[in-house]
């Protein structure tokens, strides 16, 4: 501990970085408790129009036979996959119109921290709400086997990498553009489309179906469903082929969304656009 | 070694800034309107020393901001190069960034919705501060600032003034050697802000810093007292003391009061003969601006015969606005056409006192056939200034 700023290597660089900016956003969300709640209903409320629908749809053998568990946790894992895609534009934006994003790049932090700096309390966000969604399935009636629980929570880590290596992708054309989300709001509901997350991916057309397979969101949702649920029903994703999916994924796009931004930043502030929103 | 002698902790060598358009496949998708290179900045050259506050003067467009932006590493030179503590701003900006004290002037750059104290305690943790003593040094800095008493406030409770002070003790709080101000009492009313630039002065002298302020507030720079760079299409006009660019370009006027109308008369046709320029008479008065390098006595030696029927003599000075308006309008090569400048680009951009007095002075008081002395011009000078 010192009142001095010393040498920080890379390391207590990207943690000091982690920590104040997750410390900063968690005051403020608790400054607006009212705000934070009824963000958490309006995530659990469209749980209870399902939860009749599988009254009608009842014991489909295309859902597993559990329309509502089938549900929940296409509901819940894409939360997930959208807060950790879409947490970081929109912070990023946030900071462009409150003008805060130039005093942050003035820190003397390492630039490529702050985007996953930034997004943390959002990822958090969408583990809350994921929580909350297979929470509140169970109470409803989801069943879900608890011998699969270790790797959903491995599946669901590796589509937040996912998540976030989009995110990234996206913030560095945010960062040129300043307006990316609307593009990533419309690959987020295509993917929840194509990934199945209210229907079975065996029931779409074949060429959807060919172009759910390079999606993060189709192993993640349809990898969850074969830990945790009995029957996945008639689209299912062996476990092994999920988490490999995935983590090629991951190695491959959080890398390049890592290169993409560091290149984007070097860009702006070439043509003068950093500091200047 | 800094212009003012002391050791150079901000270097700024032919610094050129070139905004160029993004490439036409690109420009749909980068939000900039630049279709043609835009010159920001134009071979800039100046150093700060320990001790030093140098304020940054120009129109909108002169090259201000972006000179700021470069040396804290929010964009690279075209062309020159720009250090700060021996650190290249752009290979070294880690290490720029944890020598500089950066104030914008828009408070929106603070966490609005968080207290004053989450703000310092944000800001140090992200210079690498942490614990009890990161603590005790926000007590310290809020103290210094005068904001000890608001230290749970939140930022949307504050004024304008308090919002400054805060940016203020955030740019202090990790002890840098350097203040960058960016129009720092842009939002601030005139006593908070006055008070806010004394208070800087003191920080600065008593931590031996170096500052680089900007303003528009003309009133803020005759305040700060300091040495003056103005910027003009990212050139440099003028790198010196306030006072001696006053002492070059102000024209003051002289006013002297006479017994009777006749007298006045009398006096302004002498002067008129003389060679003095826009000598104007209103009842019982003669008006004329009095060029550079012409004394008082200069004037009363014109006017031997009427001395004994003057009331009065007095003399205003222009506002600083007015100089520096005049300034900005001449042609910045120096050429004839520009007014009476002298104003050389290159070399610092130094005004060429010597060139402009001479130039100025009325014919018959330059000496035989108007030949340039630029010693007698001095020495009259010393003389009645």
């Known amino acids: 501990m010192s009142t001095r700023k010393t040498q920080m290597s890379t390391r207590q660089a990207v943690v000091a970085t982690a920590t104040a900016f997750f410390r900063v956003d968690v005051i403020e969300e608790a400054n607006y408790p009212i705000s934070f709640a009824m963000r958490l209903l309006g995530v659990v409320a469209p749980l ?80 809350i709400y994921t929580v909350l969604l297979m929470g509140a399935g169970w109470v409803l009636g989801a069943h879900y086997q608890l011998g699969g629980v270790g790797a959903a929570i491995l599946i669901a880590l590796l589509g937040i990498t996912a998540g976030l290596a989009i995110g990234i992708v996206s913030a560095a054309v945010l960062l040129l553009t300043l307006k990316s989300t609307p593009v990533i709001r419309i690959y987020d509901i295509a993917a929840s489309l194509l990934a199945g997350s209210l229907f079975s991916v065996a029931q779409l057309p074949g060429w959807a179906q060919a172009l759910s397979v390079v999606l993060p969101h189709t192993y993640v949702i349809n990898g969850v469903r074969t830990a945790l649920m009995a029957d996945p029903g008639s689209y299912e994703i062996s476990l092994t082929r999920a988490v490999v999916s995935l983590g090629v994924f991951d190695v491959v796009v959080f890398a390049f969304g890592i290169w993409l931004w560091r290149r984007t930043l070097e860009y702006s502030r070439k043509i003068g656009l950093l500091g200047g929103y | ?121 944000f800001h140090g943790r992200l210079q690498g501060m942490s614990g009890q003593p990161l603590i005790r ?147 019982g008065s003669v008006t004329f601006p009095l060029e550079s390098g012409v004394s008082h006595a200069d004037v009363l030696a014109r006017l031997r015969g009427q001395i004994e029927d003057m009331t009065d003599l007095s003399e205003s000075h222009r506002p600083l606005q007015t100089v520096l308006a005049e300034l900005y309008r001449t042609d910045p090569e120096g050429s004839e056409g520009g007014g009476p400048t002298g104003a050389q680009p290159g070399n610092s951009g130094q005004v060429s006192p010597v060139s402009r007095r001479e130039r100025a002075r009325p014919a018959d008081l330059r000496g035989d056939e108007g030949a340039a002395d630029p010693a007698s011009v001095e020495g009259g000078e010393e003389v009645e200034r």
Request: net charge neutral; proline share 4%.
């Open chain 2, 137 to 283: 040094k926000i007590r310290e800095t809020l103290e210094m600032v005068g904001l000890e008493r608001r230290a749970r406030s939140n930022g949307f409770s504050l004024s304008a003034g308090m919002l400054a002070r805060l940016q203020l003790a955030r740019a202090l709080l990790h002890d840098p050697e350097i203040l960058i101000l960016d129009e720092p009492t842009g939002a601030v009313d005139p006593v908070a802000a006055h008070d806010l630039i004394q208070l800087i002065k003191e920080i600065v002298a008593e931590r031996g810093m170096a500052a680089l302020i900007s303003s528009h507030r003309l009133e803020e720079i005759e305040t700060l007292d300091s040495r003056v760079l103005l910027l003009d299409h990212g050139r440099i006009r003028y790198d010196g003391r306030l006072d001696e660019l006053r002492r070059i370009w102000d024209k003051p006027t002289l006013q002297i009061g006479f017994r009777s109308t006749a007298s006045a008369d009398a006096a302004a046709q002498t002067l008129k003969e003389a060679g003095f320029a826009s000598v104007s008479r209103k009842d």
């Open chain 1, 48 to 127: 209870i129009p399902f939860f009749f629908i599988s009254k009608l749809v009842g014991n489909s053998p295309e859902v597993g036979g559990d329309y509502l568990t089938f549900t929940v946790i296409g509901l819940a894992m894409t939360a997930l996959l959208t807060a950790a895609m879409v947490g970081f534009g929109n912070t990023l934006q946030q900071s462009f119109q409150r003008g805060t994003m130039e005093t942050f790049l003035i820190e003397p932090v390492p630039w490529t921290a702050i985007p996953l700096a930034m997004n943390q309390w959002q990822v958090m966000n969408g583990l």
């Open chain 2, 1 to 121: 070694m800094s212009s003012t002698g002391g050791y150079a902790r901000i270097v700024v060598d032919e610094l050129t800034k070139v905004y160029e358009p993004s490439p036409l496949w690109m420009r749909a998708l980068v939000r900039t309107n630049i279709k043609e290179p835009v010159h920001a900045l134009n071979g800039v050259s100046f150093t700060v020393g320990t001790g030093e506050i140098v304020a940054v003067v120009g129109p909108n467009g002169a090259g201000k901001t972006t000179t700021f932006k470069i040396l804290v590493g929010l964009t690279t030179p075209t062309a020159g190069s720009a250090s700060v503590m021996g650190f290249d701003s752009i290979r070294e900006s880690v290490e720029v960034r944890r020598s500089i004290g950066w104030m914008p002037g828009d408070h929106r750059s603070l966490l609005m919705r968080h207290s004053v104290i989450e703000n310092l305690r």
